[in-house]
Nanobody, 125 residues
Framework: QVQLVESGGGLVQPGGSRRLSCTAP????????IGWFRQAPGKEREGVSV????????RYADSVRGRFIVSRDNAKNTIYLQMNSLKPEDTAVYYC??????????????????WGQGTQVTVSA
């Protein structure tokens, strides 16, 4: 079972930017679809973005489209989520995950079988 690791979270002011990273020590992610999810306190986990193995196909939730950019560097075994123009409502724990088998859009958390521990992003003045 692949273990994903997220990093890059922290406190950022509204309007600021943050880049999250997702990697998997000891496991090559180059053939994996990677989804980014987030979960705010008291809310369900929601899909934010997804990128296919080559990086040529990407999708975004309406709430982040135009502000977030997902990318990957397979040579570095890392997937990124660049978050710009951050808003207080973007505050959440952010997770990366890979599908257990088939997956659908909008992303469904139960279709993803391997998860990271999450990284907290707090957008506040």
């Amino acid at each position: 079972q692949v273990q994903l690791v997220e990093s890059g979270g922290g406190l950022v002011q509204p309007g600021g930017s943050r880049r999250l990273s997702c990697t998997a020590p000891g496991f090559r992610l180059a053939n994996n679809v990677i989804g980014w999810f987030r979960q705010a306190p008291g809310k369900e986990r929601e899909g934010v973005s997804v990128i296919n193995a080559s990086g040529g196909s990407r999708r975004y939730a309406d709430s982040v489209r135009g502000r977030f950019i997902v990318s990957r560097d397979n040579a570095k075994n890392t997937i990124y989520l660049q978050m710009n123009s951050l808003k207080p409502e973007d505050t959440a724990v952010y997770y990366c995950a890979t599908p257990a088998d088939t997956w659908t859009w909008p992303l469904v958390p139960s279709e993803f079988g391997a998860w990271g521990q999450g990284t907290q992003v707090t957008v506040s003045a």
